[in-house]
């Protein structure tokens, strides 16, 4: 599993990953309300992307790579 340290390498190395193999892919975005913490992982089974935050400003971040995998998914 790796867990990157920047949004913005996070969010290449999602979007990759997704173009990759589509139909494998599942995002899950956990939160804890007692610590805080936001943290977001893409998988196919065989990769493993994780990224955690305590950032209000990444919710929007997420909001918007959610919105661009969502897309791709309707477009194919």
């Known amino acids: 599993m790796t867990y990157f340290t920047s949004w913005d ?11 990759a193999n589509p139909e494998k892919c599942r995002f899950v975005t956990k939160y804890n309300h007692t610590k ?21 400003q ?7 790579l959610s919105s661009t995998l969502l897309r791709t998914i309707v477009t194919q």
């Not at 990444?58 to 918007?64: M, T, W, Y």
Request: proline residues 0%; neutral net charge; glycine residues 2%.
């Open 9 to 19: 390498e996070f969010a290449k190395a999602a979007e990759r990953l997704h173009s």
């Open 36 to 56: 805080g913490v936001l943290v977001l992982k893409l998988t196919d089974d065989v990769v493993c992307l994780q990224y955690s935050t305590n950032q209000l």
């Open 58 to 64: 990444d919710v929007k971040k997420l909001e918007k």
